[in-house]
């Protein structure tokens, strides 16, 4: 018993430290790793955006776009790039629930008339090779100037006008649906997005 006792002692004294060496570590690394994520957004934002005077990461509205599965709201943040007082472009991420191997996170810029100014993936898990190939240029260079009254919003196998991939068509119809649904989005709430 006693015995027991001196190593439960021991235990608890061991796994208290590794905690408080834990919660050292995260409070010295949870700046670092919010700069470091506000710089990958701040690309992803420039990427994207029109030239802009502001930093449109600090010019931002947020809206409730859907629901999650536990009906909680889901939040999509609009930037907002402005050129003076005038705003010169609007950016906001995109998911696209249905690619080949998961969701994929992309950022979408466009004017504010609603054309595509550019987009970047952010983030996928697709076939490298096949699906990845989404985040070469020549790919995310066919959106700029496309937006809902100029465009047939499919790839080219479905008879739209946005080049699927050879053997990974999945990926790119699915990343074209959710830009496509993020237009929507935009033009349904335009003031709120703009004027707000």
Request: charged share 25%.
């Amino acid at each position: 018993m006693k015995e027991l006792s001196r190593l439960a002692l021991v235990l608890t004294v061991i796994t208290a430290g590794a905690a408080l060496l834990l919660a050292m570590v995260e409070s010295v690394t949870r700046e670092p790793i919010a700069q470091q994520r506000r710089l990958v957004t701040l690309n992803a934002l420039k990427s994207v955006l029109p030239p802009a005077d502001n930093s449109p990461d600090q010019d931002t509205v947020s809206l409730a776009t859907g629901k999650d599965k536990n009906g909680e709201d889901v939040e999509t943040v609009f930037y907002r790039g402005r050129k003076g007082q005038d705003i010169s472009g609007i950016a906001f991420k995109v998911v696209a629930p249905d690619g080949y191997s998961g969701n994929i996170y992309i950022m979408v810029g466009i004017d504010p008339e609603g054309h595509v100014s550019g987009i970047e993936v952010l983030q996928h898990a697709e076939t490298p090779g096949l699906g990845a190939k989404v985040e070469e240029a020549w790919w995310k260079d066919q959106f700029k100037g496309k937006g809902l009254d100029n465009a047939d919003w499919r790839v080219k196998k479905d008879g739209g006008e946005f080049d699927q991939i050879t053997a990974a068509t999945i990926t790119p119809r699915a990343i074209v649906g959710a830009v496509r649904k993020g237009l929507e989005f935009f033009k349904a709430h335009k003031d709120e997005i703009v004027g707000g």
